[in-house]
Nanobody, 123 residues
Framework: DVQLQASGGGLVQAGGSLRLSCAVS????????VGWFRQAPGKEREEVSC????????YYGDSVSGRATISSDNAKKTVYLQIDSLKPEDTAVYFC????????????????WGQGTLVTVSS
């Protein structure tokens, strides 16, 4: 079974940076994609970013484009999401999720989800 463990959330001041981590297990090769999604109170889930672990393809949602960097450490089977210049509207529960296919991740149709980690950005 694929399992994902997100961590790194917390309280950050606006303008600061945060790095989230997603530990992935259950895939037998690096041929998979990991995405970060977020959901703010009262709002629909939003896709933040996806990475194809095997070949490095990346996708960023409009809300974080230019402020976020997604990366992977294949040896540690961990995917990171750093968001700089944080804004109060970045406050949300952030989830990591995985799928065999990068296009599926980009469309938000991932098959395996981890638990969320709360990010709160104070103004």
């Amino acid at each position: 079974d694929v399992q994902l463990q997100a961590s790194g959330g917390g309280l950050v001041q606006a303008g600061g940076s945060l790095r989230l981590s997603c530990a992935v297990s259950g895939f037998t090769s690096d041929d998979y994609a990991v995405g970060w999604f977020r959901q703010a109170p009262g709002k629909e889930r939003e896709e933040v970013s996806c990475i194809s672990v095997g070949d490095g393809r990346r996708y960023y949602g409009d809300s974080v484009s230019g402020r976020a960097t997604i990366s992977s450490d294949n040896a540690k089977k961990t995917v990171y999401l750093q968001i700089d210049s944080l804004k109060p509207e970045d406050t949300a529960v952030y989830f990591c999720a995985a799928d065999r296919y990068f296009p599926t991740c980009v469309r938000g149709l991932v098959s395996s989800w981890g638990q969320g980690t709360l990010v709160t950005v104070s103004s």
